[in-house]
């Protein structure tokens, strides 16, 4: 457990940094498998079926960010001097590119598996 003076010094807690990516992954799984089913009654094939699932997967980061991470970021002070940029994700996540595209891998394998099977009992 961190000491109080760890604490003022780097603000991050890496338990918290974890929990948060954590959190992202298992909400990106789980959209991940609505959207293959979502993909598979609509008869998607090829490219279309992994582009869906490659917008919508971006579409649900994005949501996730503007109601979770965007109200209560740094770029909401009024200080001028406490801005960061708009997208800056780095006091909740490791890095940008962890928050925006990290569950994209661990969602395909249930998004393939939902998509096909869906595809199959449709066109069945």
Do not use: C
């Amino acid at each position: 457990m961190p000491t109080e003076k760890e604490l003022q010094i780097s603000p991050l807690v890496p338990d918290s940094i974890l929990h948060n990516s954590r959190t992202l992954v298992n909400l990106q799984s789980l959209t991940a498998s609505l959207f293959g089913v979502a993909a598979g009654i609509l008869g998607l094939e090829s490219y279309s079926g992994f582009l869906f699932y490659l917008a919508f997967s971006l579409l649900t980061t994005a949501l996730f960010y503007f109601v979770r991470v965007a109200p209560a970021s740094p770029f909401a002070s009024s200080t001028p001097a406490q801005k960061t940029g708009l997208f800056d994700t780095s006091r909740y996540f490791h890095s940008p590119i962890a928050f925006w595209t990290g569950g994209l891998g661990n969602g395909l394998a249930g998004y393939i598996l939902t998509w096909t099977l869906f595809y199959g009992l449709v066109r069945a």
